[in-house]
């Protein structure tokens, strides 16, 4: 039950922080305005997910229920292991996260704060275990797979909400099927960021001569999951790239909207579904 609920909360917490960095990002490379008051949203559940997390951290711990907390508990780690330091780190970007999406055009300065925000969560997995040079290796990997996820899961988001408000007759339909081609470069920097920063995070979890140990683990049954549905987005990412956005730009443009619109459901849910796999490996022992 505890265990249920530390996945839960880092679920919850990567989902949030993800959008965070992913909207603003998007947004600003495609050149749009973006809602501000939905960035300042993210950013206080995320101070609120960080909360829930760190509960369900100190319960996990000491193996008792979520409620009532284990105040004590949570403040050793606060005041004892560098988790006190993530969090106000964490903290601290979230608050400027808000201040500057307040701003005038404040989304695209909300960006740093919020990449900020989204790197500390290699500090509460696997990489913040590493030590020494091995360590920082395995963090630096850390945080560029969890800056090319976000900004696929903000684009996703995006390009998902514009293709199920948009009308097959509406005029806008070639200027979305434009928007999904420029993100194509962009996409391919983030598939070939998962993919190296996601061999060195292997590596450094597993080692390559434990790699046969996986078949009999639960790890390795959920990390296959994850490269599987990995896979999966891979494929949905290269027909809308190849086949889906090119017909869109040409019409008519019914068809191929329907058929980007399941294409694009599939990939986000095949998103979520990965971070709700991560949200578990982080909590398993790679070799029980």
């Given at each position: 039950m ?37 960035v300042?949203?993210l ?12 509960l369900?951290?100190?319960?996990a711990?000491?193996g008792?229920?979520?409620?009532p907390?284990d ?34 055009r ?6 740093l ?8 969560l290699?500090w509460t ?5 590493t ?13 560029a ?8 899961l903000?684009?996703?988001?995006v ?5 199920f ?7 806008n339909?070639h200027?979305?099927g434009?928007m ?10 983030i598939?070939?960021?998962v993919v ?8 450094m979890?597993v ?5 046969p ?12 999951a994850?490269l ?11 027909a ?6 090119p017909?869109?730009?040409q ?6 909207l329907a ?8 990939e986000?849910?095949?998103a979520?579904?990965i971070i709700?796999?991560?949200?578990a ?8």
């Open positions: 505890m265990g249920d609920a530390l996945i839960a909360a880092r679920f919850v917490l990567m989902i949030d922080l993800a959008l965070l960095m992913g909207l603003p990002l998007f947004w600003w490379l495609m050149g749009m305005q973006g809602r501000r008051s939905l300042i949203l950013a206080i559940g995320g101070g609120l997910a960080s909360a829930f997390w760190l369900a951290s100190a319960a711990m000491t008792t229920p979520l409620t907390p105040w004590a508990t949570a403040e050793i780690l606060l005041t004892m292991t560098p988790i006190g330091t993530i969090l106000a780190i964490r903290g601290v970007a979230l608050l400027l996260t808000i201040i500057l999406a307040a701003l005038p404040g989304n695209q300065w909300a960006i704060p919020a990449a900020i925000a989204a790197a500390t290699a997995g696997h990489a913040g275990a030590e020494e040079l091995a360590g920082a290796l395995h963090r630096a990997a850390d945080v797979h969890i800056w090319a996820a976000s900004a696929w903000g684009a996703l988001a390009l998902l909400h514009a293709v408000t948009l009308h097959a007759t509406s005029s339909v200027r979305v434009r999904l081609s420029q993100f194509a470069i962009i996409g391919t920097v598939v070939a960021t190296l920063s996601g061999i060195v995070n292997g590596v979890i080692g390559i001569a434990n790699l140990a996986l078949t009999g683990s639960t790890y390795g049954w959920l990390l296959a994850k599987a549905l990995f896979a999966f987005m891979l494929a949905l990412a290269a809308n790239r190849w086949r889906h956005s017909a869109l730009e019409g008519p443009p019914a068809r191929p058929h980007l619109r399941l294409s694009l459901l599939l986000t849910s095949a979520i579904a709700a796999l991560v949200a490996l982080g909590t398993l022992d790679p070799m029980a």
